[in-house]
């Protein structure tokens, strides 16, 4: 936290579902590089975010709308850290989303929501598996 009590915290919201990897948000790749933690609702988006980011990072939560205690709840012990929310498809299909946006802002001071618009991340067409 700052000199002022502000957590100085970031989350990034990306759209995970079916697409073309060309599709594929330049800064999406970089923006899971840096997260400290990607909360998940999906099980389908949870598989397609093992391919680009460590699986101890990836934390499921139960669902989008009650999402807001659990990752209020990591920004309090993690303050200063940048979290990604990973929903499926496009962040602007989620009317919950915005619900979940403007709690969280409230419940961590100091608190930068941004999105990534549209499906942003998808499940890479090849594998270097041999089968």
């Given at each position: 936290m700052t000199g002022d009590g502000r957590n100085n915290a970031v989350l990034v919201v990306l759209g995970v579902g079916p697409g073309e990897p060309e599709s594929l948000a330049p800064e999406a790749a970089d923006v899971l590089a840096a997260a400290d933690v990607v909360f998940v609702p999906a099980v389908p988006a949870e598989s397609t975010l093992f391919f680009y980011t460590e699986a101890w990072r990836v934390e499921r939560i139960t669902d989008l709308a009650g999402s807001v205690?659990?990752?209020?709840?990591?920004?309090?012990?993690?303050?200063?850290?940048?979290?990604?929310?990973?929903?499926?498809?496009?962040?602007?299909?989620?009317?919950?989303?915005?619900?979940?946006?403007?709690?969280?802002?409230?419940?961590?001071?100091?608190?930068?929501?941004?999105?990534?618009?549209?499906?942003?991340?998808?499940?890479?067409?090849?594998?270097?598996?041999?089968?």
């Open positions: 205690p659990v990752i209020e709840d990591w920004f309090r012990l993690s303050p200063g850290s940048t979290a990604v929310l990973a929903v499926p498809g496009d962040p602007a299909d989620h009317p919950a989303f915005t619900a979940v946006a403007d709690g969280l802002r409230v419940a961590v001071p100091g608190l930068t929501v941004r999105t990534v618009p549209g499906v942003s991340i998808v499940p890479p067409r090849l594998t270097p598996l041999p089968w």
